[in-house]
């Protein structure tokens, strides 16, 4: 017979004990009134989500004892990780509301600053190459809060062994995108690793972008009414990576939408003065910003799978994978919330523009079920749509 | 997308919802059980309750491959990939599984080698890539994945491949839902028969379910229309005072089965005396393990496998959620204590899982039926 032993304790009793502390401060100020009748299976229910929003309102804690994978991810791991670890070390007015970038006053002038590392595998692919994401993704990251990316600093960390050619490959793509976006790479560092030690070549960028107009840009802007649009169709870049890859021998005509957006966001803030927040879709994918605007504002976000553009050979790939492209990540495309009544105005903008032809209006800001994103199916029923748990699709960009 | 948006076009799923309908008896309560995981992550992932009528329950199965795997079974996993030189071999779904000491995840992290692939013959890849090591495969699944695995176990002997091995941990399907029907918790009227399943065993294993219990059976297709429409057969059945088993997937279930993947199976193969599921605990006949002429590629025996039961958690009940008795949210933590982030059962873990289903996509039921009475949402016919 085989030997048995006790639940383990550890983690799960951690996790049952939190639990059960919190239920009880929750339970303290509502007392049950007297002689009410047993509640029915919807009540019961409502109770139930009552109490999931509460626990998802705790203040996020790390439970692992080492970093997995599902930290990098975008999703509820990284959120948890970057709250729990470096808000709490770092916590000040400028890094609080967790934007793409930090905008600040320095001698006058409205700045915006931002960084961002890359270690996307492998490192050239259908499209572009780590190159262009390293400069794109920082362009984006200025560009959708509102600011005029101006200088980037380029730091490498280069793996003993690394082709030189492959490098200067990288630094002619850089130079190109930089050309591209209207901006500088002034200042840099080299760093080298014994072999093994890093995946040929990782590169972080920071970027410096001025902002010129007055307007608050934020997702805790969004408000009932407003208007949901998406910048083009989702998903490519993700998709260009994992066939990339060659591990899953799927073929498609898809390439990576890598591409500096602060052309389209300019002409987007200076046409909609109705503009209360952009987001570049890229870990994660749109469903994740969907979420981020659900929660900073407090609001619901209602979208619509068939308003929602995804290629078709994206779609297939998704499919076959049993992915969700909304989770798949973008490399540029941009997300804005506009007031409702400049929704055609803000489409109209960006269909206008050559990064933005197949924008589409994909949803709506409502007052009903404050942080939750509802989907109407194309099958015509109703989900929700969460943060992304685990990590289909790990070194993305 | 051709062979996708035929199956989840709208305006046929309001014209079945109609017939559905129509077929309610009033007064009567309905409740089938959709066995397979897969189905569970359609029916959420497309809102598909919202045609039903609130007389109609679905019941979630135990047609979950990670979700059945005990705990126990899990920790024995854990040590073969800690042993000396092994690469672990997994599928995706099972890297998040709670074992008494974390999960694959948290176990890679601490530094052991353990792989994702997309298919077991990836992992004889990996074998040849690296002679010096030994890898194993963590084979779960139902008779759908136990296929692949046997045709991965012929190939690894054919090539006389010496450094790799299996950690079989197949089930069988038919077991669990009798243990089902003769659980007395549950009423259930029909079953939602398993696709990819019956592709391998085909229709007749399911014909006890109608003859010796009397219930309809229709074996259904993964997509939100295949769905729909069985539980309209499923209706019409009881409607016309039929049970009996019907294939509503015939363009891809033949009704006696694959032989090939069959005979692959029972030629590397056999079944367990008995198996423990979690939640429904020991079963017997309900597994698959390495067949003695296979043994060269039998984990189990190659490694000293601790083999140590290990309870699940008081405040868990996938068990009961497994067997269709708890709604996903009746589970004392779901959501709280246990969530897809940091999952205390397997139900929450694998996207087949019930509670997974029902949290990530499902969280908002309430609101909806408000919706559909009122503001224009998906209106019941």
Redesign the interface.
């Known amino acids: 017979m085989?030997?048995?032993?006790?639940?383990?304790g550890?983690?799960?009793?951690e996790?049952?004990r939190?639990?059960e502390e919190?239920?009880e401060h929750a339970g303290r100020g509502q007392p049950q009134r007297a002689g009410r009748r047993q509640p029915g299976a919807?009540d019961?229910?409502?109770q139930?989500?009552d109490?999931?929003d509460?626990?998802r309102k705790r203040r996020p804690r790390v439970?692992?004892d080492?970093?997995?994978?599902?930290h990098g991810a975008g999703g509820?791991?990284t959120h948890?990780l970057i709250e729990a670890i470096f808000l709490e070390a770092f916590r000040n007015p400028l890094l609080e509301p967790l934007e793409d970038a930090a905008s600040l006053r320095l001698g006058g002038a409205r700045l915006a600053l931002t960084t961002d590392s890359y270690v996307v595998s492998p490192l050239f692919f259908p499209g572009g190459c780590i190159g262009d994401l390293a400069v794109n993704g920082t362009v984006n990251d200025l560009s959708v809060v509102g600011a005029a990316p101006r200088f980037l600093s380029a730091g490498f960390i280069l793996e003993e062994g690394f082709p030189v050619a492959d490098l200067a490959r990288i630094a002619t793509a850089i130079r190109d995108a930089a050309d591209g976006a209207g901006v500088a790479v002034v200042t840099g560092d080299t760093k080298v690793v014994e072999r093994g030690k890093a995946d040929g070549c990782y590169i972080n960028t920071a970027g410096v972008g001025i902002v010129e107009r007055d307007a608050a840009l934020g997702v805790a802007q969004a408000r009932p009414g407003d208007a949901v649009l998406v910048s083009g169709p989702i998903g490519d870049h993700g998709v260009t990576i994992m066939l990339a890859r060659g591990?899953?021998d799927i073929e498609a005509d898809v390439s990576s939408d890598t591409a500096p957006l602060n052309g389209l966001a300019a002409a987007l803030a200076d046409a909609v003065p109705g503009l209360r927040a952009m987001r570049d879709a890229t870990r994660g994918g749109v469903a994740t910003i969907l979420n981020e605007i659900a929660r900073a504002a407090g609001v619901g976000v209602d979208v619509s799978e068939d308003d929602i553009p995804v290629r078709?050979a994206v779609?297939?790939a998704a499919?076959l994978l049993?992915i969700d492209p909304l989770y798949v990540a973008c490399e540029g495309r941009l997300v804005a919330v506009v007031d409702g009544g400049q929704a055609d105005a803000a489409l109209a903008v960006l269909r206008g523009h050559p990064l933005g032809a197949e924008a589409q209006i994909i949803g709506h800001v409502t007052g009903?079920?404050p942080g939750?994103v509802?989907?109407?199916?194309?099958?015509?029923?109703?989900?929700?749509v969460?943060l992304l748990?685990?990590d289909?699709l790990p070194r993305i960009c | 997308m051709r062979f996708v948006d035929e199956f989840r076009d709208a305006e046929k799923a309001h014209a079945l919802a109609a017939k559905i309908a129509a077929l309610c008896e009033p007064g009567r309560q309905y409740k089938f059980m959709e066995v397979c995981g897969g189905h569970t992550h359609t029916i959420y992932k497309h809102g598909l309750e919202d045609y039903l009528p609130e007389t109609i329950t679905l019941v979630h199965g135990p047609g979950c491959p990670v979700c059945v795997i005990p705990m126990g079974r899990v920790d024995d996993a854990m040590h073969l990939a800690a042993q000396p030189d092994v690469i672990m071999t997994s599928f995706g779904d099972m890297m998040r599984v709670p074992g008494s000491e974390g999960s694959f995840f948290d176990a890679k992290a601490r530094g052991t080698d353990i792989r994702m692939v997309y298919s077991p013959l990836d992992s004889l890849k990996i074998a040849r890539a690296n002679p010096d090591k030994r890898v194993v495969f963590m084979a779960i699944g139902f008779e759908t994945t136990a296929p692949s695995t046997a045709m991965t176990l012929l190939r690894a002997a054919a090539e006389g491949l010496r450094n790799f091995s299996v950690f079989c941990n197949h089930v069988t399907i038919i077991p669990a839902i009798k243990a089902i029907l003769d659980s007395p918790d549950l009423r259930l009227d029909g079953f939602i028969g398993p696709g990819h399943v019956s592709t391998v065993i085909g229709c007749r294993p399911y014909e006890f379910i109608a003859r010796d219990y009397d219930r309809p059976v229709v074996v259904a297709g993964f997509e939100p229309l295949d769905i729909l429409q069985s539980i309209y057969m499923l209706m019409l059945q009881l409607a016309e005072g039929r049970s009996q088993v019907e294939n509503q997937y015939s363009r891809v279930v033949p009704w006696n089965g694959n032989l090939v993947a069959l005979k692959a199976i029972s030629q590397t193969m056999e079944l367990r005396p008995y198996f423990e599921w979690r939640g429904l605990g020991f079963i017997s006949h309900s597994a698959l393990r390495v067949r003695d002429s296979y043994a060269a590629f039998d984990g189990e025996r190659l490694f000293e496998v601790p083999g140590v039961r290990v309870a699940d958690p008081k405040a868990c009940q996938c068990g009961e959620v497994l067997k269709g008795v708890l709604k996903p949210w009746e589970c004392k933590v779901f959501g709280t204590a246990c969530t897809p982030e940091t999952p205390i059962g397997t139900c929450m873990v694998s996207p087949e899982g019930a509670c997974a289903a029902y949290y990530n996509y499902g969280r908002m039921h309430r609101q909806r039926v408000a919706e559909a009475a009122g503001t224009g949402g998906v209106t019941h016919p």
């Not at chain 1, 550890?10 to 009793?13: S, Y």
């Not at chain 1, 080492?66 to 599902?70: G, H, Q, V």
Request: net charge positive; no cysteine.
């Open positions: 085989t030997a048995s032993r006790q639940p383990p550890g983690w799960i009793a996790a049952l939190e639990h919190h239920e919807a019961r229910e409502q139930v989500l109490r999931i509460r626990a439970r692992e080492r970093i997995t994978m599902a509820k791991a948890t591990e899953l078709p779609r297939g499919e049993g009903e079920l939750i509802r989907l109407k199916t194309a099958f015509g029923g109703t989900r929700i969460d748990v685990g289909p």
